[in-house]
């Protein structure tokens, strides 16, 4: 039995999760036709962002807390936010014709956020408009990276993979640092296409190797739903056969004593939890009145961030290429809460209704189960009981605990355990 007291998190997973708050940026061809999933034929006459500011963006989530920002530089529709030599169907062929990425690069420069990009693996345009690559059924042959410009990498890869490799070295040789390269696993169309991950994983290694490679990637998994929950139990260790995990990402339970047996393999594979604002990941002015809440909000922070996790918030820019008001007082509203009641601790003796522990995961994570004590009059009385902690967890208590002090005991670990704990208070819970 391999022993998971030992995994520990890499240098650039140990970042990432420190950052605790990413946002997603969903935004191309289908904020103006009204569509989730583009056809991959839109017209780039229609993408026409005439007040576009990146600038806005960053400046609203540097605001609301976020650390890093990823932007959909080309969805499974295939239009592509940046002006890429390799394929037509970009901002250039657009009235706008300006380069996001560059722009979005410059701002976070500024104002010191972090920039991923997610680089769809399905390319509807690559499979439908003439010439296109995708499913192509061309052989793999020796192919040199970037095609364009003096050849720094040789793979052996077919047409799409080709493609794909020279727009992930356009995006991460032109834009400054990469915090997160995102690999999106949605499939919208049944033509067969292999995807040369090791070639991909290799040149973002050599190309950002502070990048994280998420869902899909060896570093972050995804967390198994869109909800905006992570698990009670949310283990970091994470049970690998065969070079695959032996569950199912969107399984009950991932990492458990069952799967641990089955193991041949550990791996350290914290979860990321993507989860929209809206109900749509684009932009729909149908939706303005159904921005998520601040109850809604705090309640998705306790069940990601709050449960080993790293949240990863989609806000999509309207027509305009702004973040629209709602959205902006949602993250306004959100930021200066998370700021008031949970970077900030209630002094004991005192009154709370959240638990916050952390485990130290830079040396790994070993608590398995626990309970939480108050002093209550002068006697310990247990308030909580759980099972994981890792980065960290939140525990909202059923009532309000007015208490001299806080123990936390660890009921069964692997290894090693240094827990600390915290209590605050969250008005907007019961
Ligand atoms: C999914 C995609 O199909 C959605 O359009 C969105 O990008 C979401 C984050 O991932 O798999």
Redesign the pocket.
Known sequence: MIDPSLVRPSARQLAWQRQELTA?V?FGVNTFTDL??GTGLDDPAVYDPQELSCDQWVRVLVDAGFKSVIL?AK??DGFCLWPSRYVTHNVAASPSGRDVMAELSAACAEHGLGLGF?LSPADLHQEKAPGGYYGNGSPVVVSDIPSLGSSRFVYEVDDYNRFYLNQLYELLTQYGPIAEVWL???N?TSTAQEYAFDAWFDLIRKLAPEATIAVGGPDVRWVGN?DGLARETEWSVVPFASGRMVAAESAPEVAGPSELTAADELRWYPAEV?VSIRPG?FYHSSEDSAVKSLAELLDIYRKSVGRNAVLLL?IPPDRRGLFAEPDVQALSAFGAAIRSYYDTAVDLPGSFNVLSLREDIAAGQQVESFAVDASIDGAWTEIAVGTTIGYRRLIPLDHSVTADAVRVRVLAKRGAADVAVTVHHDPHLG
């Open positions: 997603f969903h989730e999933w959909t969805h499974h997610y999106d696993g949605a919208p869109e993507d990941w989609n």
